[in-house]
């Protein structure tokens, strides 16, 4: 329990610092007069590029796979689970908005449940042991 408390914290520090990835290039795409969908686009993949280098490197490297397709099948899935957690927070922001909710409520909402949605499929499906 005490292991899996350690790694719950040392993710937290990781989604933190893919977020900051994240919003750090949007503003400076959008600084360079990227349009703001392209740009949240290219920002949203690179702060899942910086999450899978701190995820396989510092959070689940005992279960990392060390190569070939399994290393492959894990970067897919770590995708899927990206997409997952970006599917789950734009229903929820959406919900909210439709709702009447304010949006930067919902959003923050979306960032809890996505990063608990991102956590159950890492640490039980894509690094799961075994893999």
Known sequence: MRGQRSRLMRYLGASVLALGADLGS???????GIFAAP??????????????LISSRAVFQDTVASGGSARLR???L???????????????????AYTGFDPRIAKLLAIV???????????????????
């Open 78 to 96: 770590f995708v899927l689970s990206a997409v997952a957690g970006l599917t789950l927070t734009t229903f929820v922001v959406g919900a909210g």
């Open 113 to 131: 449940a996505s990063f608990m949605l991102t956590w159950g499929l890492r640490s039980r499906i894509v690094f799961r042991s075994g893999n």
């Open 74 to 76: 894990q970067q897919v």
């Open 26 to 32: 949007f503003l400076l795409l959008l600084a360079a």
């Open 39 to 52: 740009a949240s686009a290219l920002s949203y993949a690179f702060g899942i590029f910086v999450h899978w």
